[in-house]
């Protein structure tokens, strides 16, 4: 275990290539739970289809939660070798995983915050979005894919 961050200049490989990274787990990520919630209809005699961009959202906010809680990094950014690290190195815990799903859902859903995100993930030294800033968290590339 990490015991802080590694540093954008002196170990500047743990962060090569995260924000394209980030981007296609993000696609992954998004078939994966928009199968998920097509998969979940038949159960509700497919009157779920009448609300399914929120089923679809809570699909999401649970997928996200739980993978993030157990592997630090959703199965989209566990394909592409990348993982978030909280302030300290640690991997994330389920409030940390809860807290970021929460924030990720909120920067997706408002314009600003998400034009925010994003310039931030491009010019920043560690490619943080305005909800990694908040919970002092990075997204780096696992120690085995440096």
């Not at 961009?53 to 996200?64: E, K, M, Q, S």
């Amino acid at each position: 275990m990490m015991r802080t961050l590694p540093d954008p200049v002196r170990h500047a490989a743990f962060y090569e290539g995260v924000a394209a990274k980030r981007a296609f787990a993000w696609g992954i990520d998004t078939v994966i739970t928009g199968i998920a919630a097509v998969m979940v209809l038949p159960f509700t005699a497919f009157l779920a289809i009448l609300i399914f961009p929120l089923l679809f959202g809570v699909v999401n906010l649970a997928y996200r939660a739980a993978t993030l809680a157990s592997f630090s990094a959703t199965p989209g950014m566990w394909l592409l070798g990348i993982e978030f690290r909280r302030a300290d190195g640690s991997r994330f815990d389920a409030t940390t995983a809860v807290l970021h799903t929460l924030g990720t859902l909120f920067t997706w859903t408002t314009v600003l915050p998400q034009i925010a995100s994003a310039a931030l993930m491009a010019m920043g030294p560690r490619g943080q979005g305005l909800t990694d800033l908040l919970l002092g968290c990075v997204v780096i590339r696992r120690a085995g894919a440096v």
